[in-house]
């Protein structure tokens, strides 16, 4: 495998058509879109790593598993009265079908759902408890206390923040959301900005193999339904073609980061900042894809 990722990586150095930066986030818009690195976790913890896999970068909406699977832990099947769990068809940050559907997004992984899964587990604390709690999950799924927010990356989404913020009102009018909204995107904002590298996400992505070894953080049923909705909604408008090209199940962000999972095997991290349309990392799927071909990992048999 080590053979494989150093040829993936030799490859993508090579790449000119490496997609454009997210430039909505001011933070983001600095960073050169020249990096690309990627990291494989086994179930045994240790890791595979090549290219700048341990370059820090913005994990961005990747964070919403985390919060997905706090919130499981926390209301249960509750969550699903606040947001769906069908994909949505439409870009990250649509407003469209928030609209046409009373307020109760498609999924937790659009903002809009990730927003209301946020508000649902403010459960009337400070954010900074919340974020606290969402720090001490990734530090134990990673099993590093390292890892922490940026703060700048923050600050320059929270300075941007309009489109988040027009979601979270709408929920707000429609009953969706508990919080006030500067408290529930204050929340969001800094959730996304969890920086991490390839190697500590791949780590962290341990506890969604259910396989012995990995850090126990949510029940079995759990990871198998955190993973459905991972193929189904994990890169929005592009699920579709991931689940095709990968067949696994995945999660991007903004920031170019890419969580796959492969059940009972591996978890698979990589990080290239350049975007495609849809907003998920372009040579970040492209890798994804030539490792799952070539160690024969999909779900699909
Ligand atoms: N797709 C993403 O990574 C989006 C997350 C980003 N923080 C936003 O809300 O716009």
Known sequence: MQALLDQIAAEMAQATD????ADYIPELAKIDPNQFGIAVALPSGEVLTAGDAETPFSIQSISKVFTLAIALGRLGDQIWTRVGREPSGLAF????????????PRNPFVNAGAIAVTDAILQGRQPREVLAELI?????????????????????????AHRNIALAEFMAAMGNLRNPT?????????????EMTAAQLARAGRFLLGAPGCPRLVSIARIRRI?????????????GEFAYRVGLPGKSGVGGGILAIAPGKASIAVW????????NSKLGAFAIEKLARGMGWSVFG
Request: net charge negative.
């Open 227 to 239: 993973n459905a909705l991972m193929m189904t909604c994990g890169h929005y408008d592009a699920s």
């Open 272 to 279: 290239s900042p350049g975007l495609n349309d849809y907003g």
């Open 18 to 21: 490496r997609g454009r930066v």
């Open 93 to 104: 940050n649509s407003i469209l079908q928030l609209e046409q559907e009373n307020g109760i």
């Open 182 to 194: 500067a408290l529930a995107i204050g929340t969001y904002v800094h959730q996304c900005a969890v």
């Open 136 to 160: 001490r999950f990734i530090q134990a799924a990673a099993e590093d206390d390292s890892i922490t927010i940026n703060q700048a990356v923050a600050k320059s989404e929270q300075a941007t």
